[in-house]
């Protein structure tokens, strides 16, 4: 790809560059433990495109021409891009290193498509002291004990949907059947919903603050509520916490693809799977990685926990999005 | 040859017509003031000259060119604000040197004219001041020094000295007039003040109600006033009607209402019409004497009604058989209300009109 | 005009607009009207058919109203108080109003649940000095929406009336008061009027930016306080519709260009003629 | 000073109370040791200042911030402030519309301005993304010029103005060395307001940003979008520290004849 | 008693005192001018008694009530600005109307009261204007009549004429002075026209460098000032030294440097010292005749020098054996320059100070 981006040399005609396109944290671990390494290896440039899910999807979308050669995407953003044929096809040849991840990790996004690269968690997280009864289910958020006291993800964030699921759930329906009781029990948590949050930073916020006592969260905003307040507990429910895939995937009009592939078969690689999981920003995908219990606390580690997950079928969710959002916002954040 | 030229120019401010086929020519190196009651177009006038507004009739000719056009800064003109209008983010120093900063003036020069300035006009001391920190009298005095320090082609001034005490205002007219004559730049003065008019003014034009009455010497216009409203303006106060009798080269004959003979210098006869107007001045009444002759020429009887102090002298209100009449007396002896006297009207000093 | 010339100094900023504001600004909402067979309402309708969406839209009017009034009642002293401190002193304070301007409006969101929340810093005040029994529920309402907004944009109102305001000349406060005005009567007549020029910009500037703010509602706000920007990122960022996310943002510009020239009206009249 | 009763005293002193607490927060948790907003702090660290420093593309993405808003800035006032002039100084037929129009950028909700130029400006036109962006900072920015200088033109005395014309300055130098000066406060009100709006922008850089081409709030946003320590607060608290050195340079070196000169 | 009494009042502008241990005291329903050189302090008095500034020390009694830290607008005093201060977003009407609305006046009767004020200043014609379209004078005149349309317990007026012309400022102080002896408004007056001044006070307060010098009746002002100061300042432009001869009850007797022989009235000396200064007008100077005997009393030789025009008359620089005069003779007669004179100088009206 050419690059007109500002700032960086093309000054060496026989070095490439391979844009990538990412979320915008842990960037210089990310970068020590991913990019350096790769730039080394292959003599490339690697120049980033940061912002969130949407923003960067967007982007994609409307500019055919953007440059960029792979996109990082949480598994919902992902679907809407195959969907619209955003992606190149991925020769599976190539990235030898799918063999060795998890079985949902695989192909979420269908056999031409990328894999996923990390796996993430959605549960609850309340506050054990300020709670009378252990909280184990999707259900105990319905407690009255938790009236003005919860907080869950917006229908918009990547954490969003799930919380429909666990709602048809509750109500003990199938989803593709009947939404519509999925979203009568939604309304019915309404008086325990503070707010609905689509910024993880801001759960944290309203556990520091006492706002509230119980919420629907991903795993990783774990680590730090506990910080901050040590009474707090992650539950995987026992109807199965949500999986969230987060994949990697070539863009079309990429003229880097093979150094794409490379790069991807890189990020699945059991070195870089574990640096980055002992770094704690990503949870590792790759089955040879190994981890002490330390080492694995606040991850989604294990082989028994990864095959206890929800998986969401997001290519359905994606067709009836419109329509949630809207009931969404007339019945639970008005 | 007539430096400066206006033409039959008109100016209004939206409907208001202000100046109508206004004409006015000054000689190079002429001192003229415009005289005249408030809003009668003086500012308007030098505005019109200095470019500020433009006319929407007539021509402006300067120095044989047509300036009706040219730019405010191309015209090498001082100009004195009625509003001081100084910059108020400038020390008194730095907004003396405005001009001459502009006129890339050598800044050993620049710091020599503007402190000799600030000493014409008593605020050499001040020069570090803002505007703000001035009274208004000093104020004034640092706008008349920014327009003088620039040594214009010609110098707008109006009511330079408006705010300033008699002796500080005779001193700076005096400092304006030399300063004037040496550099022998050619000025329109607006004043109110009609001594200071006189004083120092070549021509004075007297203005009413957007046209010139009467454009003349001091001397003549404060002697001999060509019509009714000069002479009103010029402190003639009291106005006497009066039907011709018999006209001569010297002397002629007037008669008032009530039968009085009032003998005229020829020369002070401005209006050819039968019935006409005899002006004069408080000052040039003279009180000669309770009751007396009834016949003499020109003489009044009349009893003194209020009486004003004016410093110099007092002024009375007398009352006649052709109407009140102001009457100055001097201070040796003061006349009670109520008390008889005779007037005396010389005939030299009596206008008409 | 007298000089012709002078249009010219007009034109960079007509060229600008038009080709970068107007040209690509319409052919976006021209999108909107864009029906199957010709030029259609439809979608304006249907907005206005919904009572959900006018009460949204209602809800958003409301807040950018009450934040701009808000706005000016604090910001016309304080600007007023800064114009006449000296010269010196002024830009300090004017770099004091900025400050809260340079912090990320997330941080800036954060701090305010750090005063109103729960167990917040107002709260244990209030509940330390027993004026209330618990606590006050003064996060995620419109309230706290209200406080988020005017803190965001009061700087933005005391800027434009300080600028007015200090060309002002105190002679007329003098008179004024000379003519048995009191310091606030004084003020409002003669200093609020001729204030108006600054006082329109900073309401506009307000205004709009209440209108259209986004993240301190989306912070602040509760569940049950979404206004529009909300409605048209979720359809613009997520739905990516764009048609619907157009017609919510021509709706506020025309609710922007109606209010600006109600204020600008009402304080034409406040103002007197010129 | 008389000109200042204590009520209007007392007011301001709470409006500003109102406009610096929060801010005292947020500095007290960038320099606190727990990692999450926290009032008062419990202990003092330097750590989530030091974090700024690790996040390279904090550094980057500020010096393109920078950059775009001065240069977004200077090309506002270039063509603002003579716009600005014309507008205040004379009376004619069509002033208030041209007035409206030039206030329009700031009624539009910028994330749809931010979309439309993206189509047309990068997509459309193939414009550099860094030239895109730096054109939507400009024309967004341009209204609070223009406002805020004609404002506070509208109640300068033109006859000062004429003064300096009478005394030979050309209409183009008179307004540097007499309006100008005379307007400074509305001109800086201008300029601060106009580049912080730039350098604050989310909704328009979001769609005009590519690759390696961002914007510090843009970065900040990923940021927050995932963690919540308090080295945004740190970034915010480093950001209010140079805006008070570099006024406190302005004032120091320049004076406040700065725009005289 | 006093109605206004300010007692060892001191203001300062920063370092820069203006006003030190400042005294003056005023009877209710009297009309007091200031009269002073430019930045003597005179509006600075004014904007104390007003209360826009504050003193530094020394007290404010007004109608026995201490006024040091009263409220601007609890004061109810009219207060007319040297620069007028007229509110520019508001009509002429508007303006003079602002304090009866204030005043809660009844509609009808605003509109009553500001059009018969309005008339009083001659701009009833002008009430639909708004201040930038009018002329300096007429600005000034709705300044006047706003301040005087609300009646006020004390008026403050600050060249309140200055830029009006001859004719109109004896019109306006007329009107000003009826006004305020109709409705008994104690007055503070400054005013640099020292004819209006002495025509229009009860009592005149000479002010220097921010004191007090005299404070008397215009006429003791005018014909007997206390001090060398004063004396200059109200026109005594001739100084000449003499030292005392013989002092009688009546008349005393003064020697000149150069031996002539000066009777001087007794009552007319302000003075103890040896040596003094024998002050007199130019006005009051005689020219007697060419030569003459040179042993006369009161009398002085002298060459004509220049001469200026006044209008009434012509003033002479006459140089005397003890130096520069300035004479005034009339207009019948004009004298050349190097014409040699005797001057008489009047006992009567010589002052000693
Ligand atoms: N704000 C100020 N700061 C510093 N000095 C000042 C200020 N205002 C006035 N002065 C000074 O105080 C002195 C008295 O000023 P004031 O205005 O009382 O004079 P004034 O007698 O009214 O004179 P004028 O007849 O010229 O109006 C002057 O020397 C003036 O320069
Ligand atoms: N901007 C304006 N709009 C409308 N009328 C105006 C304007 N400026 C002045 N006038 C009117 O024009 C007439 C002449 O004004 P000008 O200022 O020339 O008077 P002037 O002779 O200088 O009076 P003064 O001695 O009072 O200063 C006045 O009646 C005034 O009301
Ligand atoms: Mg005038
Ligand atoms: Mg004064």
Redesign the pocket.
Known sequence: SSNESKGEDVDKQEKETLIISTWGYNEDILKKNVFEPFEKKHNVDIVLEVGNNADRLNKIRMNKNSDVDIIYLASSYAIQGVKEGLFEEINRENIPNIENIYEIAKAPLGEKYGPAYTVNRTGIIYDTEATKEKVDSWSDLWRDEFKDNASIANITSTAGPAMVLAAAKKADVSIKDDYDKAFEELSKLKPNIVKTYSRSSDLVNMFTQGEIKIGVAQDFAYGRIKDALPSAEWVNPKEGAFANLNSVNIVKGSDNKELAEKFINFLLSEKVQKANALDKVDSPINVNVELTKEEAEGLTYGKDLINSLQTIDYEYINSVMSDWIDKWNREISK | MALLNLKDVSVA??D?V??KDFNLNIKKGDLVS?L????????????LIGGFIQANKGKFIFNDKDYTKVPVHKREFGFVF?SYALFPHLSVFDNVAFGLKLRKTPKGEIKKRVMEMLDIVGLADYSKRYPKELSGGQRQRVALARALVIKPDLLLL??PLSNLDAKLRVKMRVGIRKIQKELNITTVY?T?DQEECFSISDKVAV?NE?VIEHLDTPQNIYDNPKTEFVANFVGFENFIDLSLQSKNEDISTYNSKNGRVFKVKSTNINSNKETIKGAIRPEEIKIVNKGGDNKDENTLDGIVGISTFLGKEYQYMVDTEVGKLLVNGNTNKRYKEGEKVKLYLPKEKMVLV | MKNKANYLLLLPGLILLGLFLFVPLFSTIFQTIRGKEGLTLVKYFDFFKDSYYISIYLRTLKLALITTLIAVMLGFPTAYYISRTNKKVRGLYIMLAVFPLLTSSVVRSFSWMVILGRNGIVNTILLNLNIINEPLKLLYNEFAIVVGLVYLFLPLMIMSLVGVMENIDNDLMEAAESLGASRLKAFIKVIFPLSVPGLIVGSVLVFTGSLTAYTTPQLLGGSNAKVLSTLVYQNAMSLFDWDTASVLATIMILTTLIVTTIINKLSGKLSGKR | MNTKSRFLTIFSVLVYTFLIFPLVIITAAAFGANDYLKFPPEGFSFKWVANIFEVEMFIRTFKISIEIAVFGTFLALLIGIPAAYILSRYQFKGRNFLQGLFLSPVLIPAIVFGFSLLKFLIIKMQFPVYTSLLIGHTVVILPYIIRVISSSLESFDYSIEEAAVSLGAGRIKTFFIIVLPNITSGVIAAFILAFINSFNNVPISIFLTGPGVSTLPIQMMSYVEYYFDPTIAALSVILMLMTAILMFIIERTLGLSFFTK
């Not at chain 2, 009651?37 to 505005?47: A, D, E, M, N, V």
């Open positions: 401010y939206g208001n202000v100046l415009l005249g009651p408030s809003g009668c177009g003086k500012t308007t006038t030098l505005r009625q109006d009511e607006v109110h203005m957007g």
